[in-house]
C-alpha cells in the first residue's frame, strides 16, 4: 500500500497569519492533487499539479509539487474564516493503473476570527 | 448540475442487515469510485470501476461488493453489516487528465451499524 503522509495533522491559526501543510510520499507520483473538504459535505478538487517543480496560484493559495514528484506543499496567504476545512493531498503513482487514486488522512484547518 | 448524487444520505443498520448504497454521475466519467472515511484515518479506496464493465479491489474491500450497472451508476452492497462498518461513505466519478485521475465526489452517506 503507497503511504501519503500529510502534516501537520491539525492546525488553529488566527485570521491573516500565513501558513504552510505538506504532503510527502516515499515514491514518485504521476500528479497529484489537494482537495478541500467542509463539514459534512464530500471532498472538493482545488487543483492538480503533474510536472517536477510545478508552482499553480488560485487567489491566496500556492501549491509546489516537488523536484522529484514525491511531495508537494500548500500556502495560505493570510488566511481567512472561510479557509477552514479539512485539506486532502491525493496521488495517482507512477506505475499503479492511473484510475487508482490514494488519499493522505488530512490536515485539520481552523482559521480563528 | 446534480454531479455525483448518493443515496440514502443517512442509515441505521443492525448487526447482520445487507444493504445498497447507490451513487450516479450525470458527468459521461468512465471511472467510479466508492471510500470510506473515518476518524483519522483519511478516505481509503473501498472499490473503483475504471470503464464500464470493470471492477477492482481497492484498500479495504472485504465486507464489500459492488456493481457497476451501467456508466452512471455504481453501487455498494453490505452482505452482512458489521459494527467495523460504520463508517461515512463517499462515491466520486473519476475525469482522466493528464498524469492521472480527478475525482468529484457525493456528499456522503452516514452509516450506523449497531
Known amino acids: 500500500t503507497q503511504l501519503l503522509e500529510q502534516s501537520p495533522q491539525f492546525l488553529s491559526i488566527q485570521e491573516g497569519e500565513n501558513l504552510t501543510v505538506y504532503c510527502n510520499s516515499s515514491?514518485?507520483?504521476?500528479?497529484l492533487q489537494w482537495y478541500r473538504q467542509e463539514p459534512g459535505e464530500g471532498p472538493v478538487l482545488l487543483v492538480t499539479?503533474?510536472?517536477?517543480?510545478e508552482v499553480k496560484k488560485l487567489k491566496r493559495l500556492t501549491f509546489q509539487f516537488g523536484d522529484a514528484r514525491k511531495d508537494s506543499s500548500l500556502h495560505i496567504t493570510a488566511a481567512q474564516p472561510g479557509d477552514t476545512g479539512l485539506y486532502l493531498c491525493?496521488?495517482?503513482?507512477?506505475?499503479?493503473?492511473?484510475?487508482?487514486?490514494?488519499f493522505g488522512k488530512g490536515t485539520k484547518l481552523s482559521v480563528i476570527p | 448540475n446534480a454531479g455525483v448524487t448518493q443515496t440514502p444520505k443517512f442509515q441505521v443498520l443492525k448487526t447482520g442487515q445487507s444493504m445498497t448504497l447507490q451513487c450516479a454521475q450525470d458527468?459521461?466519467?468512465?471511472?467510479m469510485y466508492w471510500y470510506r472515511q473515518d476518524p483519522g484515518m483519511g478516505l481509503r479506496l473501498i472499490y473503483y470501476?475504471?470503464?464500464?464493465?470493470?471492477?477492482d479491489k481497492g484498500e479495504v474491500p472485504n465486507g464489500y461488493n459492488v456493481s457497476r450497472l451501467n456508466k452512471r451508476e455504481f453501487s455498494l452492497r453490505l452482505e452482512s453489516a458489521a459494527p467495523s462498518q460504520t463508517s461515512v461513505y463517499f462515491c466520486?466519478?473519476?475525469?482522466?487528465?493528464?498524469?492521472?485521475?480527478?475525482?468529484?465526489f457525493g456528499q456522503g452517506t452516514r452509516l450506523t451499524v449497531v
Open positions: 466520486a466519478s473519476g475525469y482522466r487528465a493528464p498524469g492521472g485521475t480527478e475525482a468529484f
Open positions: 515514491s514518485v507520483f504521476s500528479s
Open positions: 499539479v503533474v510536472t517536477g517543480g
Open positions: 491525493a496521488g495517482t503513482y507512477s506505475g499503479a493503473g492511473s484510475y487508482q487514486l490514494t
Open positions: 458527468m459521461n466519467h468512465n471511472s
Open positions: 470501476s475504471a470503464s464500464e464493465g470493470t471492477t
